[in-house]
């Protein structure tokens, strides 16, 4: 099993940036299973910031991002997208991806109940 996170990379404040996740190994697409993103800041433990539930395709976001960043996926590809927009200099952190497996709603931000994480993409937004 193996994700691949990419897309990183320095952005101006107020700016967009994309992220991009393949998984590769299992049927990743199926219902049972839960993408997400992570982020991690230095110093800060590693915080939620989005996932889509493939179940019922539910969309869960972190408060501090709602209304700025977008998860989609194409489960047919295994491959599932963060767009990132109004970038601010506190969104600068490594995003993982993750993938966790039949997670109940309480569960989805979790990081405990993901069972795959990809290497981590570093995003800075920085002037």
């Known amino acids: 099993v193996q994700l691949q996170a990419s897309g990183g990379g320095l952005v101006q404040p107020g700016g967009s940036l994309s992220l991009s996740c393949a998984a590769s190994?299992?049927?990743?697409?199926?219902?049972?299973?839960?993408w997400a993103w992570f982020r991690q800041a230095p110093e800060k433990e590693r915080e939620f910031v989005a996932a889509?539930?493939?179940?019922?395709?539910?969309?869960y976001y972190g408060d501090s991002v709602k209304g700025r960043f977008t998860i989609s996926g194409d489960n047919a590809k295994n491959m599932f997208d963060l767009q990132m927009s109004r970038l601010m200099p506190e969104d600068s952190a490594i995003y993982y991806c993750?993938?966790?497996?039949?997670?109940?709603?309480?569960?989805?931000?979790?990081?405990?109940?993901?069972?795959?994480w990809g290497q981590g993409t570093l995003v800075t937004v920085s002037s």
């Open positions: 993750a993938v966790g497996q039949r997670l109940i709603t309480s569960s989805v931000r979790d990081k405990e109940r993901y069972d795959y």
């Open positions: 190994g299992g049927n990743f697409g199926s219902r049972e299973y839960t």
């Open positions: 889509i539930r493939w179940r019922d395709r539910n969309r």
